[in-house]
């Protein structure tokens, strides 16, 4: 492992990008290409299974099943999960009995306890991988470290490490400048990650650390799920004349597939549906790209780009 403690699984690997799945036409011209791996990461499936394994318990522990906040960003699969008997509710006090079911991207400490008091029972469905910089934070906090959280600051994700962290003592940014508003007299500073940045984001904050304190201890906390999905959202963005990127408006890391995708082919669409695809996107297109956040079925990112398979045949032919 390299010594500037960045180094995660590599991205850019010899991996094809992109899968094609249909091509239309006589001459095979156009054609559509969906991100090899496009679609929910593991952290999401085992939350989809936790929380309908604990419905189908609902027999022996009795009540009703919760999830505190959607069980994922995706509207879709939230409704979904409703109709098989997950509840969403927006406050630990909405649960009045049975079982809720903790969100792939965590909570923050003092929920899981008020819950725990409540009596209620809990399933963690929090993905590994954000359990890790809960882990990391914690330990930071009682190191006395300085943190650098590079992340936003109103995902649940980051409010719910910073709550291990358990000290004031923290800065959360995207932007390398504000490392200068660290304060002074801060001896040792730690750099912890949001699951879903993007890894250059990390680097340009970890390097301003560098230049201003002795002691920097890097934590790499990017889900290589996530960054697989970037390298593949890039690839396919350079190739495709058009790009549709598959998940919920509310999900970071879909935003973050389109805002690459969208640097590279300014004629890029966040869709969530099928519905709100518009054909004339496609008109005169050779190559469609398609490809979806960690939070949307695989399935359903491969249906869409099936769908507009079919979609563009005509228009193309
Ligand atoms: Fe976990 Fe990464 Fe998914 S942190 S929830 S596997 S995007």
Known sequence: ????????????SNVPS????KAFSDDNSVEVLIAL???????????????????SRIPETGGSVYSLGPLIHNPMVVAE???KGVQTINEPGDATNGTVVLRSHGVRR???????????????????????PQRIAQGLGEKGYFLVFVGDSNHPEVKGVLSYFGRPDFLVTYDPADVQKVPEGVQKVAVLAQTTIERDVLMAVVEQCRARFAEV???????????????????LARQADVVVVVGGR???????????????QPDTHL???????????????RKIGVTGGASTPQDYVDRIGESIARLIAPANA
């Open 1 to 12: 492992m390299p010594s500037d403690g960045l180094s995660t699984t590599d991205p850019q």
């Open 18 to 21: 992109s899968k094609r799945a």
């Open 37 to 55: 791996n496009a679609g929910a990461c593991f952290g999401v499936v085992r939350a989809i299974k936790l929380g309908l394994n604990a419905v």
């Open 81 to 83: 999960m409703e109709a």
């Open 110 to 132: 003092e929920i899981e306890a008020s819950l725990r008091e409540r009596g209620v029972q809990i399933v963690d469905a929090t993905c590994p991988l954000v359990k890790k």
């Open 217 to 235: 201890a890097v934590h790499n906390t990017i889900c290589d799920a996530t960054s697989v999905r970037q390298s593949e959202a890039d690839s």
């Open 250 to 264: 509310n999900s970071s890391n879909t935003k973050k597939l389109w805002k690459i995708c969208h640097e590279l």
């Open 271 to 285: 869709v969530e549906t099928m519905e709100e695809i518009n054909p004339a996107w496609f008109v005169g297109k």
